[in-house]
């Protein structure tokens, strides 16, 4: 095991630094830019149970300080996903996890038995998405309906099981708690914050307006994240992995310091697919030029 090696509760990564869902495709595709297998891991584009075509609008927005997004969870569904993708990723030697969506509990459940089948180490349950009209979010926002829907799951699926939290509730602390009850085994926060956005253009006398509505995530989300991560770790005691915004080392470390034990970094991806990669350089360099041990010692500094 090298210095940056982590233990999730049982569940072991080469390093801490992990790609965001629906950031980085199913992971291949980016071998053109970086060594992937090089990454602690990478988390899926969401799966559910029957393929999906997205939404139809406007899909990607920019804005100062991140971007915005309704995707709607275009994938290829599970069964293609084992087919094609799987095999993919096993001959790339890419350690990945599965994102997992879903409209129903059943949806859920009947996806992450398939998973357990086919030994699918370890899933991430998106309850968080804002960009779908039914279930996902539906589940994240509400404490018994999150704890009925991680019960069903767990009751099927043997393996690492995260659960993906989202701030667009008042207490995300509740939400940890439920989770942690039901039998998952981390969590990961945050998804993306509820935005908009309407662009103006004045043409021949009239306004134009270019409205998206979706998840906002980027840079602008991190001190949200930084809070949310921060708050979990203070009631729940499973791992948890902080996601908003990552995009240079200070960033990892300022999450690791909240009480992250793993990141995932998403939108940098879109401009410097190289960034995760990069991070796991740098995060080695660090604790060596400083003379840390290991990653577990330079987190226990960090939250001294
Ligand atoms: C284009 C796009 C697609 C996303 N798709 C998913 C998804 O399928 N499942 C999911 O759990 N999160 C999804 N997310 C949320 C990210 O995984 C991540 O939680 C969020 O973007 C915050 O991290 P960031 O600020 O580093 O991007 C998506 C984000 C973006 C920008």
Do not use: W
Request: glycine content about 10%; hydrophobic content about 40%.
């Amino acid at each position: 095991m090298g210095k940056l090696s982590v233990n999730l509760n049982g569940f072991e990564l080469k390093n801490p630094i992990m790609t965001a869902s629906g950031t980085y495709g199913y992971a291949s595709e980016y071998n053109d830019f970086i060594d992937v297998s090089n990454l602690g891991a990478v988390v899926t584009k969401a799966i559910s149970l029957h393929p999906r075509a997205g939404n139809k609008h406007i899909r990607i927005t920019e804005t100062r300080a991140g971007m915005i997004n309704s995707i709607g969870l275009e994938n290829v569904g599970i069964d293609k996903f084992l087919e094609v993708k799987v095999p993919e990723l096993n001959e790339n030697n890419i350690d990945y996890i599965m994102n997992v969506a879903g409209s129903t509990i059943d949806e859920y459940v009947q996806v992450a038995k398939k998973c357990d089948e086919n030994n699918i180490k370890a899933i991430e349950l998106n309850v968080s998405c804002p960009n779908v009209k039914s279930g996902c979010l539906e589940f994240g926002t509400d404490e018994n309906s999150l704890y009925e829907l991680v019960s069903a799951v767990r009751a099927v699926y043997n393996g690492f099981l995260i659960v993906k939290l989202t701030p667009n509730v008042t207490s995300i602390e509740k939400l940890g708690i439920a989770a942690e009850k039901a039998g998952a085994n981390a969590v990961s926060a945050i998804n993306t914050l509820k935005g908009m956005s309407i662009k103006i253009e004045r043409v021949s006398g009239k306004f134009i307006k270019t409205i998206v509505q979706g998840g906002y995530s980027g840079i602008g989300i991190k001190p949200v994240a930084i809070g949310a991560v921060s708050r979990l770790s203070k009631v729940i005691n499973i791992p948890i992995i902080g996601i908003g915004g990552i995009e240079t080392l200070d960033d990892v470390l300022e999450f690791f310091a909240a009480g992250a034990e793993a990141v995932q970094v998403g939108t940098a991806n879109f401009t410097h697919p190289e960034t995760a990669e990069k991070l796991v350089k740098e995060l080695e360099e660090y604790i060596t030029k400083n003379g840390f041990e290991s990653l577990d010692e330079l987190k226990k500094e960090l939250r001294a």
